[in-house]
């Protein structure tokens, strides 16, 4: 089993519309969570920190649910800039902070 | 302030020829991590460097990938004897506590 997983999509959702993304992760002593973005032939750049009450950052909703071992973030009233791969990001290892990247999933947002 | 850079940006060698890739790290971040990304892929971690701390080397695919990090700052990735499955985009990003890494712009390595 992976360390981390996610749907890798593509998801092709209209502007405007809700989508959202879980991600699962096997190591339950993980620490950190992180939602990264990547556009295309482009490096990978912090979306948001997921933290554990769950937090908000306009029409990002990102929350984590420790007992089923996800994250997930929500997007709202998407955008056709919004388009690009959406990374799941875990510390694993509490000692460190080596981060442990999911493949991601490809949202396309389409006029 | 100045974001995590990278050089070259872009290059171009001949299978069996050596490769050094350069990092700059943003300054003050104690951890520094290269990763590659073939076309359509994942982020593949190769190796980590917190600190003072031994690297974690467990990601490197094999011993002709060596990585060094001078005075807890710049980094330089070295490939020896380039084969052709090397070919990839090169990324360092650092970080400092737990607030999340800043990735570099990459090196776009082709062997031909």
């Known amino acids: 089993r992976k360390e981390v997983e996610q749907d890798p999509g593509p998801f092709n959702v209209p502007e405007g519309a809700t989508v959202a993304f879980n991600c699962t992760y096997s190591?339950?002593?993980?620490?950190?969570f992180f939602w990264y973005r990547q556009d295309c032939r482009k490096e990978p750049k912090l979306l948001m920190s997921?933290?554990?009450s769950g937090n908000e950052d306009g029409r990002f909703t990102a929350q984590l649910n420790r007992a089923s071992q996800y994250i997930s973030l929500l997007i709202r009233d998407s955008k056709l800039s919004d388009s690009a791969t959406y990374l799941c990001v875990v510390i694993s290892d509490p000692g460190n902070e080596k981060l442990t990247f999911g493949t991601g999933t490809r949202l396309t947002i389409i006029p | 302030g100045a974001g995590v850079s990278q050089s070259p940006s872009n290059k171009v060698t001949e299978k069996g020829k050596d490769v050094e890739l350069r990092c700059d790290p943003i300054s003050g971040h104690t951890a520094l991590y290269w990763y590659r990304q073939s076309l359509g892929q994942g982020l593949e971690f190769l190796i980590y460097f917190q600190g003072n701390s031994a690297p974690d080397k467990s990601g490197l695919p094999s011993d002709r990938f060596s990585a060094e990090r001078t005075g807890g700052s710049v980094s330089t990735l070295t490939i020896q004897r380039t084969q052709q499955e090397d070919s990839a985009v090169y990324l360092c990003a650092s970080s400092s506590s737990r607030v999340g890494q800043y990735f570099g712009p990459g090196t776009r390595l082709t062997v031909t």
């Open positions: 190591n339950s002593a993980s620490q950190s």
């Open positions: 997921v933290y554990s």
